[in-house]
């Protein structure tokens, strides 16, 4: 299926992440300001527009898409909407993930799978529970008990793990080798300045170069290579997979291929925009399909370098959970 969405510079976009909700029930504090302002329910899309938008992109050349949040499992409609957007699998979409915390999947894990969910990320900056508690302000039983549950539903599970100095970086080891022994796929995380105005500080990022060094220490690291997924591929003592997302000190925007949509439809073209093209407010305003593709095309193929080009904080109202990662 060839894509028609490709940017000035050359980059073809074949992935789209959907938010379809900011509401979160962690409070990780590299995500979001403390007290967060939730948006009011009735600006989040409705099942049949996002469904309309997943399916205007996907005759457009998409062919995965991710579901994030927020937190997924808080969305009353989920499985109703993961459904929806399986369907378009007959229109060209070939995979389509989650992107969750866990803590409230173990009931709906099977349901999830059975639904079309191909493969969960799952957030685990540590297995420490003192530590993941600091981070995320809650407690790591119910994340491991999802863990197991889609383990046990026969899910494609990967975790991913956002590193700060002075918070985690002591957990890369413990954390790889816990992951190393489940046989689950893990990705380190450089922390990105995407949370609450004036949080995020150079000196609090652990480095892709600092993080193999901790690893290298007691395992054997092997480079392999990179291709368009964010994460640098690694292979650890000759068998495991490893990825380490670099976005500070080591930015894959140039073979960036990944489009976002927030809960309300806002498209943002890179994580670090600084506006998005709402598409969601021109859906409602009576737009037909053939505009909001017109505008989309637009948005896409003014889609700016990247972080590579303007590195720093992002200077957005919209943090890092209604962004949706």
């Known amino acids: 299926m060839t894509s028609h969405l490709t940017d000035r510079h050359g980059r073809t976009k074949r992935k789209l992440r959907i938010s379809l909700t ?27 527009e996002i469904v309309r938008l997943a399916g205007l ?36 979409l070939q995979r389509l993930s989650m992107t969750t915390n866990a803590s409230r999947i173990a009931p709906k894990a099977r349901q999830l799978v059975e639904a079309g969910i191909d493969d969960f990320n799952v957030s685990l900056d540590a297995v420490d529970p003192d530590t993941f508690r600091a981070l995320t302000r809650r407690e790591i039983e119910p994340v491991l008990d999802g863990i197991d549950a889609l383990a046990a539903a026969g899910a494609n599970v990967k975790l991913n793990a956002v590193v700060i100095r002075g918070s985690n970086e002591k957990d890369v080891v413990p954390l790889l080798e816990w992951a190393m022994a489940r046989r689950l796929p893990l990705r380190f995380i450089e922390y990105m300045p995407l949370d609450a105005p004036g949080h995020w500080q150079r000196t609090a990022v652990v480095t892709e170069q ?14 392999q290579e990179r291709g368009h997924d964010p994460a640098t591929p690694y292979l650890i003592d000759g068998e495991y997979p490893l990825g380490i997302i670099s976005t500070v000190s080591n930015p894959f925007c140039s073979t960036c291929d990944r489009l976002r949509i927030t809960a309300t439809g806002e498209l943002y ?27 989309l095309r637009r948005a896409v193929w003014l889609k700016d370098a990247g972080y590579a080009s303007h590195p720093g904080p992002v200077e957005r109202p919209l943090t890092m959970h209604a962004m949706g990662g």
């Open 210 to 223: 600092e993080i193999l060094d901790a690893i290298g220490a007691t395992h054997r690291v092997q480079t």
């Open 57 to 92: 992109f996907v005759d457009e050349g998409i062919t995965q898409i991710r579901l994030t949040g927020g937190e997924p499992l808080l969305r009353r409609d989920l499985l109703e909407c993961v459904e929806a957007i399986d369907a378009l699998r007959a229109r060209g």
């Open 22 to 48: 900011d509401r979160c029930n962690f409070r990780c504090t590299y995500c979001m300001p403390e007290h967060p302002d939730w948006l009011p329910r009735s600006s989040l899309l409705e099942r049949d």
């Open 269 to 295: 073209t890179c994580l670090f925009s600084p506006v998005g093209m709402p598409l969601g407010t021109r859906m409602r305003e009576g737009v037909d399909d053939e505009a909001l593709l017109t505008q």
